[in-house]
Protein backbone atom coordinates (compact mmCIF):
# COMPACT_ATOMS: atom_id res chain seq x y z
CA UNK A 1 0.00 0.00 0.00
CA UNK A 2 0.99 3.47 -0.88
CA UNK A 3 2.57 5.24 2.49
CA UNK A 4 4.31 8.46 3.03
CA UNK A 5 7.85 6.29 3.79
CA UNK A 6 7.64 5.33 0.16
CA UNK A 7 6.55 8.93 -1.17
CA UNK A 8 10.07 9.51 0.74
CA UNK A 9 11.79 7.17 -0.61
CA UNK A 10 10.65 7.60 -4.27
CA UNK A 11 10.56 11.42 -4.34
CA UNK A 12 14.46 11.10 -2.88
CA UNK A 13 15.35 8.81 -5.88
CA UNK A 14 13.64 11.11 -8.12
CA UNK A 15 15.75 14.17 -6.83
CA UNK A 16 18.85 12.45 -6.64
CA UNK A 17 18.10 11.54 -10.73
CA UNK A 18 17.17 15.08 -11.73
CA UNK A 19 20.03 16.53 -9.58
CA UNK A 20 22.88 14.95 -10.20
CA UNK A 21 26.34 16.52 -9.19
CA UNK A 22 24.20 20.18 -9.88
CA UNK A 23 23.26 22.62 -6.97
CA UNK A 24 19.87 23.53 -5.81
CA UNK A 25 18.77 26.84 -4.58
CA UNK A 26 15.31 26.66 -2.70
CA UNK A 27 13.53 29.67 -1.11
CA UNK A 28 12.55 29.29 2.11
CA UNK A 29 9.88 31.22 3.63
CA UNK A 30 9.15 29.51 6.96
CA UNK A 31 5.69 27.92 6.19
CA UNK A 32 5.21 24.06 5.69
CA UNK A 33 5.32 23.58 1.78
CA UNK A 34 8.97 25.15 1.92
CA UNK A 35 10.13 23.83 4.60
CA UNK A 36 9.08 19.80 3.57
CA UNK A 37 10.32 20.64 0.75
CA UNK A 38 13.90 21.81 1.49
CA UNK A 39 14.21 18.86 4.60
CA UNK A 40 13.23 16.39 2.09
CA UNK A 41 15.87 18.16 -0.71
CA UNK A 42 18.45 18.33 1.56
CA UNK A 43 17.69 14.61 2.55
CA UNK A 44 18.34 13.61 -1.43
CA UNK A 45 21.45 15.77 -1.75
CA UNK A 46 22.79 17.37 1.60
CA UNK A 47 25.60 20.09 0.84
CA UNK A 48 24.37 20.56 -2.71
CA UNK A 49 21.71 23.04 -1.37
CA UNK A 50 21.31 26.37 -0.06
CA UNK A 51 18.37 27.68 1.14
CA UNK A 52 17.73 31.47 1.17
CA UNK A 53 15.18 33.48 3.13
CA UNK A 54 13.95 36.54 1.61
CA UNK A 55 12.76 38.25 4.54
CA UNK A 56 10.45 41.12 2.99
CA UNK A 57 9.15 42.28 6.86
CA UNK A 58 5.83 40.95 6.15
CA UNK A 59 6.04 37.87 8.54
CA UNK A 60 4.49 37.06 11.44
CA UNK A 61 6.22 38.36 15.29
CA UNK A 62 9.64 35.65 15.78
CA UNK A 63 8.92 33.51 12.26
CA UNK A 64 11.90 34.51 10.75
CA UNK A 65 14.18 33.52 14.04
CA UNK A 66 12.62 30.24 14.36
CA UNK A 67 13.05 29.29 10.79
CA UNK A 68 17.27 30.57 11.26
CA UNK A 69 17.05 28.51 14.24
CA UNK A 70 15.31 25.28 12.47
CA UNK A 71 17.04 24.96 9.58
CA UNK A 72 20.27 26.49 10.20
CA UNK A 73 20.70 25.33 13.75
CA UNK A 74 19.10 22.24 14.07
CA UNK A 75 19.34 20.28 10.10
CA UNK A 76 22.48 21.83 9.34
CA UNK A 77 21.28 23.01 6.01
CA UNK A 78 23.38 26.07 4.65
CA UNK A 79 20.94 29.17 4.95
CA UNK A 80 21.29 32.61 3.94
CA UNK A 81 18.75 35.15 5.50
CA UNK A 82 18.34 38.45 3.60
CA UNK A 83 16.53 41.28 6.11
CA UNK A 84 15.09 43.40 2.84
CA UNK A 85 12.38 45.33 4.47
CA UNK A 86 13.09 48.84 3.41
CA UNK A 87 13.52 47.62 0.06
CA UNK A 88 9.74 45.85 -0.44
CA UNK A 89 8.00 49.16 1.79
CA UNK A 90 10.35 51.49 -0.36
CA UNK A 91 8.91 50.08 -3.52
CA UNK A 92 5.40 49.57 -2.18
CA UNK A 93 5.64 53.39 -1.46
CA UNK A 94 1.37 54.50 -1.84
CA UNK A 95 0.21 51.38 -3.40
CA UNK A 96 -3.23 49.63 -2.05
CA UNK A 97 -4.11 47.61 -5.34
CA UNK A 98 -3.82 44.50 -4.43
CA UNK A 99 -3.06 42.72 -7.84
CA UNK A 100 0.02 45.32 -7.51
CA UNK A 101 0.90 44.58 -4.36
CA UNK A 102 1.08 40.86 -4.99
CA UNK A 103 2.84 41.37 -8.40
CA UNK A 104 5.74 44.60 -6.78
CA UNK A 105 5.88 42.10 -3.79
CA UNK A 106 6.83 39.25 -6.29
CA UNK A 107 9.14 41.35 -8.40
CA UNK A 108 11.10 41.90 -5.87
CA UNK A 109 11.30 38.95 -3.91
CA UNK A 110 13.07 37.83 -7.45
CA UNK A 111 15.41 40.68 -7.30
CA UNK A 112 16.26 40.05 -3.92
CA UNK A 113 16.34 36.02 -4.44
CA UNK A 114 18.50 36.40 -7.16
CA UNK A 115 21.29 38.64 -6.00
CA UNK A 116 21.80 36.11 -2.93
CA UNK A 117 21.86 33.49 -5.60
CA UNK A 118 24.68 35.11 -7.41
CA UNK A 119 26.34 35.86 -4.07
CA UNK A 120 26.51 32.10 -3.33
CA UNK A 121 27.37 31.47 -6.92
CA UNK A 122 24.54 30.32 -8.65
CA UNK A 123 22.76 26.98 -9.09
CA UNK A 124 21.77 24.79 -11.55
CA UNK A 125 18.27 24.23 -10.25
CA UNK A 126 15.58 26.01 -8.48
CA UNK A 127 13.98 24.10 -5.46
CA UNK A 128 9.93 25.13 -5.15
CA UNK A 129 7.26 23.95 -2.36
CA UNK A 130 4.49 24.12 -5.02
CA UNK A 131 1.36 21.98 -3.71
CA UNK A 132 -1.54 20.70 -6.29
CA UNK A 133 -3.65 23.59 -5.40
CA UNK A 134 -1.50 26.17 -6.14
CA UNK A 135 -1.34 25.14 -9.91
CA UNK A 136 -4.95 25.06 -10.27
CA UNK A 137 -6.24 27.85 -8.05
CA UNK A 138 -7.73 29.14 -10.98
CA UNK A 139 -12.08 28.42 -11.76
CA UNK A 140 -13.80 28.21 -14.83
CA UNK A 141 -17.32 29.79 -15.37
CA UNK A 142 -19.38 27.66 -17.07
CA UNK A 143 -18.87 27.98 -20.85
CA UNK A 144 -16.49 31.11 -20.36
CA UNK A 145 -12.70 31.57 -20.01
CA UNK A 146 -10.63 30.31 -17.16
CA UNK A 147 -10.30 33.16 -14.69
CA UNK A 148 -7.16 33.74 -12.02
CA UNK A 149 -8.27 35.13 -8.98
CA UNK A 150 -4.99 35.93 -7.52
CA UNK A 151 -1.20 35.91 -8.24
CA UNK A 152 0.00 34.05 -6.24
CA UNK A 153 4.11 34.82 -5.63
CA UNK A 154 5.28 31.59 -5.36
CA UNK A 155 4.22 30.33 -9.35
CA UNK A 156 5.66 31.70 -12.21
CA UNK A 157 8.46 34.25 -12.67
CA UNK A 158 11.39 33.05 -10.84
CA UNK A 159 12.60 29.94 -12.79
CA UNK A 160 11.76 32.02 -16.19
CA UNK A 161 13.86 34.73 -15.00
CA UNK A 162 16.79 32.42 -13.52
CA UNK A 163 16.77 29.94 -16.40
CA UNK A 164 16.94 26.91 -14.06
CA UNK A 165 15.07 23.82 -14.11
CA UNK A 166 12.52 23.33 -11.18
CA UNK A 167 12.80 21.19 -8.72
CA UNK A 168 9.02 20.60 -7.02
CA UNK A 169 8.59 17.26 -5.06
CA UNK A 170 5.62 18.37 -3.59
CA UNK A 171 3.51 18.98 -6.79
CA UNK A 172 1.36 15.69 -7.24
CA UNK A 173 0.32 16.66 -3.08
CA UNK A 174 -2.41 18.39 -0.76
CA UNK A 175 -2.02 20.08 2.27
CA UNK A 176 -2.39 17.16 4.60
CA UNK A 177 -0.16 15.14 2.68
CA UNK A 178 2.86 17.38 3.00
CA UNK A 179 1.93 17.85 6.59
CA UNK A 180 2.48 14.18 6.89
CA UNK A 181 5.53 14.07 5.08
CA UNK A 182 6.74 16.53 7.18
CA UNK A 183 6.56 14.47 10.24
CA UNK A 184 7.99 11.73 8.47
CA UNK A 185 11.05 13.71 7.65
CA UNK A 186 11.24 14.61 11.44
CA UNK A 187 10.53 18.01 11.77
CA UNK A 188 8.98 19.79 14.47
CA UNK A 189 5.52 19.81 14.74
CA UNK A 190 5.30 23.65 15.26
CA UNK A 191 6.63 23.97 11.77
CA UNK A 192 4.69 20.50 10.38
CA UNK A 193 1.36 21.65 11.81
CA UNK A 194 1.58 25.66 10.89
CA UNK A 195 -1.44 27.33 9.06
CA UNK A 196 -0.94 28.25 6.05
CA UNK A 197 0.64 31.75 5.60
CA UNK A 198 0.01 33.59 1.85
CA UNK A 199 3.74 34.41 0.57
CA UNK A 200 3.22 38.23 0.72
CA UNK A 201 2.22 38.07 4.03
CA UNK A 202 1.22 40.72 6.04
CA UNK A 203 1.02 42.71 3.35
CA UNK A 204 -2.00 41.25 1.60
CA UNK A 205 -3.54 41.73 5.38
CA UNK A 206 -3.57 45.89 5.72
CA UNK A 207 -6.31 46.68 2.68
CA UNK A 208 -7.23 49.64 1.55
CA UNK A 209 -4.00 51.59 2.38
CA UNK A 210 -0.41 52.69 1.79
CA UNK A 211 1.71 49.86 3.91
CA UNK A 212 4.02 51.25 6.80
CA UNK A 213 6.36 49.96 9.32
CA UNK A 214 4.12 51.01 12.04
CA UNK A 215 0.79 49.85 10.27
CA UNK A 216 2.61 46.27 9.93
CA UNK A 217 4.06 46.34 13.69
CA UNK A 218 0.35 47.03 14.42
CA UNK A 219 -0.89 43.96 12.68
CA UNK A 220 1.81 41.55 13.67
CA UNK A 221 1.04 42.26 17.29
CA UNK A 222 -2.70 41.82 17.03
CA UNK A 223 -1.79 38.45 15.07
CA UNK A 224 0.54 37.23 18.21
CA UNK A 225 -2.01 38.11 20.60
CA UNK A 226 -5.06 36.18 18.74
CA UNK A 227 -2.73 33.37 18.09
CA UNK A 228 -1.98 32.99 21.50
CA UNK A 229 -5.64 32.99 22.39
CA UNK A 230 -6.09 30.29 19.63
CA UNK A 231 -3.69 28.07 21.06
CA UNK A 232 -4.06 28.30 24.75
CA UNK A 233 -8.12 27.87 23.91
CA UNK A 234 -6.72 24.09 22.25
CA UNK A 235 -8.18 25.33 19.01
CA UNK A 236 -5.17 25.78 17.07
CA UNK A 237 -5.38 22.07 15.54
CA UNK A 238 -9.09 22.60 14.34
CA UNK A 239 -8.89 25.62 11.86
CA UNK A 240 -6.84 25.47 9.07
CA UNK A 241 -6.00 29.26 9.31
CA UNK A 242 -6.68 32.30 11.15
CA UNK A 243 -5.07 35.86 10.94
CA UNK A 244 -6.00 39.70 11.60
CA UNK A 245 -6.83 41.68 9.00
CA UNK A 246 -6.16 45.39 9.71
CA UNK A 247 -9.26 47.74 8.37
CA UNK A 248 -8.43 50.86 6.40
CA UNK A 249 -10.80 52.96 8.72
CA UNK A 250 -10.88 54.56 12.67
CA UNK A 251 -14.16 54.33 14.56
CA UNK A 252 -15.02 56.17 17.66
CA UNK A 253 -14.50 54.62 20.76
CA UNK A 254 -14.85 55.36 24.77
CA UNK A 255 -11.64 54.87 26.76
CA UNK A 256 -12.27 55.01 30.50
CA UNK A 257 -13.58 58.37 30.03
CA UNK A 258 -12.05 59.52 26.74
CA UNK A 259 -13.30 59.47 23.43
CA UNK A 260 -10.80 57.46 21.48
CA UNK A 261 -10.21 57.12 17.55
CA UNK A 262 -8.53 54.49 16.09
CA UNK A 263 -8.43 51.14 14.24
CA UNK A 264 -10.75 48.24 13.16
CA UNK A 265 -9.78 45.26 13.07
CA UNK A 266 -11.34 42.16 11.37
CA UNK A 267 -10.54 38.79 12.98
CA UNK A 268 -10.47 35.51 10.38
CA UNK A 269 -10.63 31.67 11.19
CA UNK A 270 -11.73 28.93 8.68
CA UNK A 271 -11.89 25.17 8.54
CA UNK A 272 -10.80 23.32 5.10
CA UNK A 273 -8.95 20.50 3.67
CA UNK A 274 -7.31 22.19 0.64
CA UNK A 275 -7.98 25.44 1.13
CA UNK A 276 -9.69 25.71 -2.34
CA UNK A 277 -13.47 26.22 -0.08
CA UNK A 278 -13.26 27.34 3.66
CA UNK A 279 -16.38 27.27 6.07
CA UNK A 280 -15.79 30.38 8.82
CA UNK A 281 -14.99 28.75 12.10
CA UNK A 282 -17.78 29.11 14.70
CA UNK A 283 -16.35 30.09 17.80
CA UNK A 284 -18.03 31.13 21.26
CA UNK A 285 -18.68 33.98 22.47
CA UNK A 286 -16.92 33.96 25.25
CA UNK A 287 -13.43 33.11 23.08
CA UNK A 288 -14.31 36.76 20.89
CA UNK A 289 -15.21 38.47 23.87
CA UNK A 290 -11.67 37.69 25.03
CA UNK A 291 -10.02 37.95 22.18
CA UNK A 292 -11.13 41.37 22.00
CA UNK A 293 -10.73 42.69 25.45
CA UNK A 294 -7.41 41.48 25.04
CA UNK A 295 -6.39 43.48 21.95
CA UNK A 296 -8.19 46.71 22.53
CA UNK A 297 -6.27 46.55 26.15
CA UNK A 298 -3.01 45.35 24.38
CA UNK A 299 -2.72 46.87 21.52
CA UNK A 300 -2.33 51.13 21.56
CA UNK A 301 -4.24 51.97 18.10
CA UNK A 302 -7.48 49.62 18.42
CA UNK A 303 -10.40 50.45 19.26
CA UNK A 304 -12.46 48.02 17.55
CA UNK A 305 -13.04 44.68 16.88
CA UNK A 306 -15.19 42.38 14.33
CA UNK A 307 -15.38 39.02 13.21
CA UNK A 308 -15.33 37.92 9.34
CA UNK A 309 -18.21 35.08 9.07
CA UNK A 310 -18.19 34.71 4.99
CA UNK A 311 -17.13 31.56 3.58
CA UNK A 312 -15.37 30.49 0.27
CA UNK A 313 -17.15 31.02 -2.04
CA UNK A 314 -18.05 33.69 -2.16
CA UNK A 315 -15.33 34.94 -0.13
CA UNK A 316 -11.89 33.94 -0.82
CA UNK A 317 -9.91 33.53 2.51
CA UNK A 318 -7.46 36.20 2.25
CA UNK A 319 -8.75 39.73 1.82
CA UNK A 320 -7.01 40.88 -1.11
P1 LIG B 1 -7.54 32.54 -1.00
O1 LIG B 1 -7.39 33.86 -0.33
O2 LIG B 1 -7.30 32.60 -2.49
O3 LIG B 1 -6.35 31.66 -0.42
O4 LIG B 1 -8.81 31.83 -0.66
C1 LIG B 1 -6.26 30.26 -0.55
C2 LIG B 1 -5.02 29.85 0.20
O5 LIG B 1 -3.85 30.36 -0.46
C3 LIG B 1 -3.13 31.23 0.40
N1 LIG B 1 -2.61 32.32 -0.42
C4 LIG B 1 -1.34 32.36 -0.89
N2 LIG B 1 -0.31 31.52 -0.70
N3 LIG B 1 1.06 32.90 -2.03
C5 LIG B 1 0.88 31.79 -1.28
O6 LIG B 1 1.83 31.04 -1.10
C6 LIG B 1 0.08 33.79 -2.27
O7 LIG B 1 0.29 34.79 -2.95
C7 LIG B 1 -1.19 33.50 -1.65
N4 LIG B 1 -2.37 34.13 -1.64
C8 LIG B 1 -3.24 33.40 -0.88
C9 LIG B 1 -4.13 31.67 1.44
O8 LIG B 1 -3.51 32.10 2.64
C10 LIG B 1 -4.95 30.42 1.61
O9 LIG B 1 -4.29 29.47 2.43
Known amino acids: SWTMATFRADAIKRIQAQVGRGRVICGLSGGV???VAAALIHEAIGEQLTCVLVDHGFMRQGEADEVVAVFRDRFNIHLVHREASDLFLSRLEGVTDPEAKRKIIGATFIDVFEEEARRVGGADFLAQGTLYPDVIESVSFAGGPSVTIKSHHNVGGLPERMNMALVEPLRDLFKDEVRALGRELGLPETMVGRHPFPGPGLAIRIP??????????????????YLDEIRTAGLYDAIW?????????????VMGDSRSYDYAVALRAVTSTDGMTADYYPFDHAF???VANRLINEVKGINRVTYDITSKPPGTIEWE
Not at 208 to 221: E, F
Not at 241 to 250: C, D, E, I, S, T
Open 33 to 35: DSS
Open 208 to 225: GQPLTRPLLDLLRKVDAI
Open 241 to 253: QAFAVLLPVRTVG
Open 288 to 290: LSR
